[in-house]
């Protein structure tokens, strides 16, 4: 189920990165989670109980600015110059 907060909230949230970015519900992986997902580090939040946690602590992890370290290299055409 997705967040359902106050839209007047959603407007005063902001993430507690640097940028004190707004947040936007659901994770990056899963729009209808129970999360709120900043919209400059990336990171999640979970929402208990209808409150949002949002403390860097607390971001759900695989998420924000460390997590993107995997880069799939997609291993397309090489060596055809082969002389
Ligand atoms: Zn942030």
Same mark, same amino acid.
């Given at each position: 189920? /997705?967040?359902?907060?106050?839209?007047? +909230?959603?407007?005063? +949230?902001?993430?507690?990165?640097? #940028?004190?970015?707004?947040?936007? @519900?659901?994770?990056?992986?899963?729009?209808?989670?129970? /999360? +709120?997902?900043? #919209?400059?580090? !990336?990171?999640?939040?979970?929402? #208990?109980?209808?409150?949002?946690? +949002?403390?860097?602590?607390? /971001?759900?992890? !695989?998420?924000?600015?460390?997590?993107? !370290?995997?880069?799939? @290299? !997609?291993?397309?055409? @090489?060596?055809?110059?082969?002389?």
């Amino acid at each position: 189920m /997705a967040v359902d907060l106050d839209a007047a +909230l959603m407007k005063i +949230l902001a993430c507690p990165c640097p #940028t004190h970015a707004t947040l936007r @519900s659901g994770t990056a992986a899963d729009p209808e989670a129970e /999360a +709120l997902t900043c #919209t400059a580090c !990336g990171r999640s939040f979970p929402v #208990t109980d209808g409150i949002p946690v +949002l403390l860097l602590e607390e /971001a759900l992890p !695989g998420t924000g600015p460390g997590a993107d !370290g995997v880069v799939g @290299s !997609g291993g397309s055409g @090489s060596g055809l110059g082969s002389v």
